[in-house]
């Protein structure tokens, strides 16, 4: 897990590189508004292993199929920030913020 921040009442958690490099940087960043619900900024390719580092994210106890995660802000339709949108599928159905032009990549161009 990288570091935890707290916002004016916020939580927001940087995901660290799979392999606990921190000079390697942040690949995404989860916030919260209410600790119920997370968001994610990018979707980076070992989103399942940064998911699997945070108990943040983790499913609730009372659904272990389920998942905290009730959406994605995807700023670009580099690989590196979408690749991650894989492994929320095996999950339960979330929400993908992202601009008209980077919807039409994602529905029609590349089918993910």
């Known amino acids: 897990m990288g570091a935890l ?6 939580r927001a958690v940087g ?4 392999h606990g490099n921190p000079i ?3 690949n ?9 619900y997370w968001f994610l ?11 699997l580092a945070t108990p943040e994210l983790a499913p609730p106890i009372s659904e272990p199929t389920g998942s905290t995660i ?8 580099d690989v590196d920030a979408i690749a991650g949108l894989l ?7 979330f929400f993908v913020f ?7 990549i994602l529905k029609k161009e590349n089918c993910i």
């Open 98 to 104: 992202a601009t008209a032009s980077l919807q039409r």
């Open 15 to 18: 995901l660290m590189a799979s």
């Open 24 to 26: 390697a940087g942040v």
């Open 70 to 77: 009730a959406g994605v802000f995807l700023p670009s339709a």
């Open 5 to 10: 921040i707290e916002i004016g009442g916020h």
């Open 41 to 51: 900024i990018h979707a980076s390719p070992d989103l399942r292993t940064q998911i």
């Open 87 to 93: 492994h929320l599928r095996e999950f339960q159905p």
């Open 28 to 36: 995404s960043i989860a916030f919260t508004v209410d600790d119920k």
